[in-house]
């Protein structure tokens, strides 16, 4: 079975502090993903990576960055934390390919206070 | 991208099948139909995908008609732990790097009674 690891699943932060999520997977995919889930707006694509060292823009991309430095991981990085980002995140993995389903982690849920 | 409209709850009971249907008219000839499951304070599950007809796995069945405006799951003799956020989904290949751009709505509670 795809795993996909992420690193803290409850985490609290400061407005202002720099935050880094990670997310690794163990199954050599190419695609990795991150997304944040908020109510009522469903998952909301941030970044996008098809490779290592190669990223693209989601949805809403304005206030994060991502580094993926090697094939596993993908990290996702506020650069300065505000109350607006508190918010589940979740992390995905899949071969590449219009039709090969993302596997997801079990999510981070990080609360900027 | 294709809009999906499913129902926001339904309810059964153990023991039951349970089929939520999901609306997409706008569906566009390469687009693939993903269902997805998520539990509470967990990230989605993929259940299962179909482009026609009928797919069936260990798990569910997605009944796809021919004019493919519509979709079924299909999930035989609920229990409890089925209690669960179901997402229809309508696949967009996007060109670069290859992947499926997914766009999660509301989803549909179904909540299983003992």
């Known amino acids: 079975d795809v795993k996909v690891t992420q690193s803290s699943r409850y985490l609290v932060k400061r407005t202002g502090e720099k935050v880094f999520l990670e997310c690794v997977q163990d199954?050599?995919?190419?695609?990795m993903f991150w997304y944040r889930q908020d109510p009522g707006l469903g998952l909301r694509l941030i970044y996008f990576?098809?490779?290592?060292?190669?990223?693209e823009k989601g949805d809403i991309p304005e206030g994060y960055s991502v580094s993926r430095e090697k094939k596993e991981r993908f990290s996702l990085i506020l650069e300065s934390a505000s109350t607006n980002q508190t918010s589940m995140y979740l992390c995905?993995?899949?071969?590449?390919?219009?039709?090969?389903?993302?596997?997801f982690g079990d999510g981070t849920r990080l609360s900027i206070l | 991208l294709a809009k999906t409209t499913q129902p926001i709850s339904m309810d059964s009971y153990e023991g039951q099948e349970v089929n939520i249907t999901c609306s997409h008219n706008?569906?566009?000839?390469?687009?693939?139909i993903t269902w997805y499951q998520q539990f509470p304070s967990q990230g989605p599950r993929f259940i299962i995908q179909?482009?026609?007809t009928k797919v069936t796995n260990e798990v569910a069945s997605l009944f796809i008609p021919a004019d493919r405006k519509s979709s079924t799951l299909s999930l035989p003799r609920v229990s409890l732990s089925d209690t669960a956020v179901y997402y229809c989904?309508?696949?967009?290949?996007?060109?670069?790097?290859?992947?499926?751009?997914?766009?999660f709505g509301a989803g549909t509670r179904l909540a299983v009674h003992p």
């Open positions: 179909g482009y026609k």
């Open positions: 199954m050599d995919h190419e695609n």
């Open positions: 706008n569906i566009a000839t390469n687009d693939y």
């Open positions: 989904l309508v696949g967009d290949r996007v060109r670069s790097g290859g992947y499926n751009k997914l766009i």
């Open positions: 995905a993995s899949s071969l590449p390919g219009g039709t090969q389903p993302q596997h």
């Open positions: 990576s098809y490779d290592v060292k190669m990223k």
